[in-house]
């Protein structure tokens, strides 16, 4: 069975940080591209940031560069976003997707921004 569980979101203070995981289980995971995606209260989800299945390649919505690094490690099947100065604009809803030909979803985790 295909699980993909986030973790990590809270209520942090502005200019805070957060680490996001994303553990994926029943795949080979080292071979999915990874996605974080975020959906705030009446917006469309959006992209935040991708990296490749090895690692080697990574990219980010403008809204998050400078400030958000996501990296992997296949060995413990686990995908993470780490989150700096964080922003109250940053609080959503933050979903993993992996992915193939075939995608999978989290569930979300909440981070809320919040002094």
């Known amino acids: 069975q295909v699980r993909v569980v986030e973790s990590g979101g809270d209520l942090v203070q502005p200019v805070g940080s957060l680490r996001l995981s994303c553990r994926a289980s029943?795949?080979?995971?080292?071979?999915?591209?990874v996605e974080w995606y975020r959906q705030a209260p009446g917006n469309q989800r959006e992209w935040v940031a991708s990296?490749?299945?090895?690692?080697?390649?990574?990219m980010y919505a403008d809204s998050v560069t400078g400030r958000f690094t996501i990296s992997r490690d296949n060995a413990k099947i686990t995908a993470y976003l780490q989150m700096n100065s964080l922003k109250t604009d940053d609080t959503a809803v933050y979903y993993c997707?992996?992915?193939?030909?075939?995608?999978?979803w989290g569930q979300g985790t909440q981070v809320t921004v919040s002094s």
């Open positions: 997707k992996a992915l193939t030909q075939t995608t999978y």
């Open positions: 990296i490749s299945f090895g690692g080697r390649s990574t």
């Open positions: 029943g795949i080979d995971f080292s071979i999915f591209t």
